[in-house]
């Protein structure tokens, strides 16, 4: 079977396998970066006349696909090419067993090294947009999302571009500063990693915020580690205390702001968030959001989900951000406007709750699926499968989603939700029905 070979460089010379893969193959594939960066190297005069560089990343992987069979190719990548890098677009192509790894150290790994801080526990995110501007994407993480995701992470490294700079990540976290729990922050910034103007840069979110930095680079954050050993034991005293008493699931209806009775009742938003089967990691579009329970509850059980809360009615808009605010979830964003175009800019989901489709369902299921359809062909998937879940409660709903998801290729599971509740009347405990309601359930593995 043709192989096709992915090389890491930039830290350390190649090892033997494969140097002699890159000094026998017919074309070594790079960007001209790369090419730079590779003149270092040993084997570089050996094979500079057969070093092909194309525009993009795209026009590489379509050349790959169409010629790895056909020539013996390696391509240079950055570092090591499976972290947010090229070996993951390459395996998603031609699959695993046509691709063969061989990884240098990874940016963020080098820049730990150099400012002498563990990686241990630390939360590592990409907020590159990818390297064309034209088809720039929107990153799991966005950069409103560095002083939330402080909160709950002593330390954060970060995989920046031109347009989420070190100095722009800085400047966000100033103005969310008041929001952390620990106000004292040390970044780093380490530019041009491997290269002989490479440099490290120290300071506070104030200071960086008003520099600029070379690129490429890398961002680390880390809690200033002097107040973390002053506050330590007022941690370790209180940490017990804030998980006996940190609800992470069983939101009651009267805790959530609302209006006339618009919410996804608690026996059913439970039964939903079940069917969801939630990613720790990933996206969650809220379709019809409504107050945001089945949000605020999934932002609650995930913090690391980064969840859209679309909704169109300005009241309910009103009720989900005093909802966020007062519950203090930082993983949401939410989205006011009519779906399916409000969907149009949003990256692509792993997960989908539709509350509500003001009866353009269909267009909405054609959306989502074109939505996680392109996110394949870009290799950015996450969840293995798209599950879609849908609360329906009328007959007409019911027919229309399992005609829906059946037409697009979907395995369909249907539950009917009914639920009684105790009532007090005469000084006697009764039981009152509520309207039952129907959660459909699609999944689709678009492997």
Known sequence: MSKMYVIGIGFRPLDKKASYIVQHSDVVLANSRLVEVFKKYSEYDSV????????????????????????????????????????????ERLGKDAVEVFPDLSSIQAAFSRVRETSNNALLISLHGGPDPEKRRKPEYELSDVPGLLKSHNKIAVLTDKVNSPEAIAGTICKGEGTLPLLSLKMYVCENLGYDDEKVTEGTPEELSKMSFGHPNVVIIVQNTEDRTQNSEKEARSAVSSQQSEIKFGIKESEIQHSKGLITKDEVRAVAIHKLRLPQTGVLWDIGAGSGSVSIEAAIICPDLKIYSIEKDEEQLTNITENKNRLLVDNIEIVGGHAPEALMQLPAPDRVFIGGSSGRLSEIIKVIESSYELRITNYELNAPSLIIVINAATIETLNEALQVLEKNGFKIDVSEISVSRSKVIGGKRHMSALNPVFVITGEKNLK
Request: hydrophobic share 45%.
């Open 48 to 91: 500079k006349e057969r070093f092909l560089v194309h525009g993009s990343v795209y026009e590489t992987l379509d050349y790959i696909s169409a010629n790895y069979q056909k020539k013996k190719l390696s391509l240079l990548a950055a570092g090591d090419p499976m972290f947010f890098g090229i070996g993951r677009l390459v395996i």
